[in-house]
């Protein structure tokens, strides 16, 4: 693996289902994040985790939980989808969440919810 | 609140400049990003300011003025290749990213 790699790279998804987005990156940074990138509309962060153990909440957690059980890995999880969760989903990563460094991004997820 | 305003779309000639402008508000400022995203790619890192000035980098050159909470992307020599979006992001002072909807760069020959 080189970068950030996320699964799967495109879903469609009935209401109601669970649906965990993976993501995993070998840089070994710290900070990871989630966003949801819809038409006509910036980035919105999800989650944000600055370091393995630790999540906090962004501008629009609402639907959605993550974990970071290492420094590895930080999935999303959808527990119950609802249309409007229809997007596409960016996980990105950053050497320290407290400073200047830019963010890395895996290539996407676009989710449908029917 | 926080924002971040950028014009939706631009149109520009293939071998010209295009000035990107970008104005933004955020609790706390710890810098000002611009990343480039092709349609159905990723974002990718072009520039980072925090001191007001500009920033050279190639063909692309990234402004700021904090005092006007105003930055600008200049992009010299336009090639087919840059059309894309351009994504104006402002790190406020939790040093997480409030972005801007992007600005779609059309390129014509």
């Known amino acids: 693996i080189a970068g950030i790699t996320q699964a799967p790279t495109s879903q469609i998804l009935a209401a109601g289902r669970r649906m965990t987005l993976r993501c995993t990156q070998d840089m070994r940074h710290n900070a990871m994040y989630w966003y949801r990138q819809d038409l006509g509309l910036g980035l919105r962060l999800i989650h944000y985790?600055?370091?393995?153990?630790?999540?906090g909440k962004g501008e629009v957690p609402d639907g959605y939980s993550v974990s970071r059980a290492n420094t590895d890995d930080f999935p999303l999880t959808l527990a119950s989808a609802v249309p409007s969760q229809t997007s596409v989903y960016f996980c990105?990563?950053?050497?320290?969440?407290?400073?200047?460094?830019?963010?890395?991004f895996g290539p996407g997820t676009r989710l449908t919810v029917l | 609140g926080q924002n971040i305003d950028q014009p939706t779309e631009m149109t520009a000639t293939e071998g010209a400049i295009v000035q990107i402008n970008c104005t933004y508000q955020?609790?706390?400022?710890?810098?000002l990003f611009w990343y480039q995203q092709h349609a159905g790619e990723a974002p990718t890192f072009l520039s980072y300011?925090?001191l007001d000035g500009l920033e050279e980098k190639g063909r692309f050159s990234s402004f700021l003025s904090r005092s006007k909470g105003y930055s600008y992307l200049l992009l010299k020599e336009l090639q087919m290749k840059d059309s894309a979006s351009y994504l104006c992001?402002?790190?406020?002072?939790?040093?997480?990213?409030?972005w801007g909807a992007g600005t779609k760069l059309i390129i014509k020959p």
């Open positions: 985790s600055n370091t393995a153990g630790t999540t």
């Open positions: 955020t609790s706390g400022f710890n810098g």
């Open positions: 992001a402002a790190m406020d002072s939790n040093y997480q990213l409030i």
């Open positions: 300011n925090v």
């Open positions: 990105a990563s950053t050497p320290d969440g407290s400073s200047y460094n830019e963010q890395f």
